[in-house]
């Protein structure tokens, strides 16, 4: 089948884009032929999805898996592009922005704009979350998850020694990602979901990637609530007023969270009001194809130059996410052995 796709005529009319599903063989593929089918039956002035590669403007490939080994060699070999206006959707941990596209997780180092842009993940890994009732809201803050980067680890025993008054909800359990698209995993995500329910705020410090939150800063906009956005190198969405609805705090100033949220207070029931609407506009499936129209049309202007980053080269940016991944993990592995020999004290 012919690789090209068509010009898009005088940048009138949606943008035709065909989403390639081909040889994406990893488990959470009946999610992303979800999104392909929600987001089909919601078509915008902006962008329309179409059924083959020759009909279309241009094409998008979901890129980026979980396994260590798909990790390495995503590092190692990028992406073939097959055409000037073939672009990625890439949610791996490991990005290297070599293809142009769309990057959940691109640190600002990596990022160029003329060739990227930040975006959210193509799948929706917590079906159980909705709009909650502001008045459910009756802690300042909280987080429910698993410490999978430094950040995180030192996050979360600075703020539980803050917190003799109580107003944060802090609970540390291990992932369940290997759970995450089965039934296995429902009480988990009911969890993750009340303890999102129960807070004000709720932190999304970077995991196990490089810079993005994952699906938690997304998550926390569905869900009405205010998200706090604790990731130096992050690149975020734009098109989005993100003063107005969450709150960025620096790595280094984690231990003044409690602080600086308590100064939010007044703002909170706007914030998350104002994070429910710019989720609704840009991030649910009725605005998805529209908002990838929007930012194809944009990066459609690029004329297809593979010049990589001046800031940093290909292998730079190589190493120095190896070595970025291997220090998260090498962390995660002494702080879990460290609370396991803690428990052990204990009993």
């Known amino acids: 089948m012919s690789t090209d796709v068509n010009e898009p005529e005088n940048g009138e009319g949606p943008v035709k884009i065909y989403i390639d599903l081909e040889g994406h063989g990893y488990y959470f593929r009946r999610e992303m032929e979800r999104l392909v089918e929600a987001i089909s039956a919601a078509p915008s002035t902006d962008g329309v999805l179409v059924g083959s590669r020759d ?34 959707w890439d949610m791996g941990d490991l990005p290297t922005g070599g293809p142009p596209g769309f990057y959940v997780s691109l640190p600002s180092y990596m990022f160029e704009r003329r060739r990227h842009r930040a975006f959210g993940l193509p799948i929706k890994c917590n079906e159980v979350i909705r709009p909650y009732d502001l008045r459910d809201a009756t802690f300042l803050y909280g987080f429910l998850g698993a410490i999978t980067s430094g950040v995180r680890g030192r996050m979360l025993p600075m ?6 008054s109580r107003e944060g909800l802090l609970v540390v359990r291990d992932s369940i990602w290997h759970k995450m698209f089965d039934r296995s995993g429902l009480q988990g995500k009911q969890d993750y979901a009340d303890t999102m329910r129960r807070c004000r705020f709720n932190l999304c410090p970077r995991g196990n990637v490089l810079a993005g939150t994952g699906s938690r800063l997304y ?78 049309r944009s990066l459609l202007a690029w004329n297809g130059e593979q010049k990589l980053s001046t800031r940093l080269s290909g292998r730079g940016r190589i190493a120095l996410g190896l070595l970025s991944w291997k220090g998260r993990q090498g962390y995660t592995s002494l702080n879990r052995l460290k609370q396991r020999m803690q428990e052990r004290r204990k009993s």
């Open 55 to 88: 009909a279309s403007d241009c094409v998008i490939r979901l890129t980026g898996c979980p396994s260590l080994r798909d990790k390495m060699s995503t590092c190692l070999k990028w992406p073939e592009q097959k055409s000037p206006r073939e672009f990625v």
């Open 159 to 164: 703020l539980n020694a803050l917190n003799e």
């Open 219 to 296: 998550e926390t906009m569905q869900a009405a609530r205010v998200p706090v956005i604790i990731s130096d190198w992050m690149t975020l969405p734009e098109g989005v007023d993100w003063d107005s609805c969450s709150v960025r705090v620096k790595e280094r100033e984690m231990s003044n969270i409690p602080q600086i949220l308590r100064s939010y207070l007044d703002r909170w029931p706007e914030m998350a009001l104002n994070a429910r609407r710019a989720w609704e506009m840009h991030f649910s499936d009725a605005a998805l194809v529209g908002e990838l129209g929007r930012q194809l």
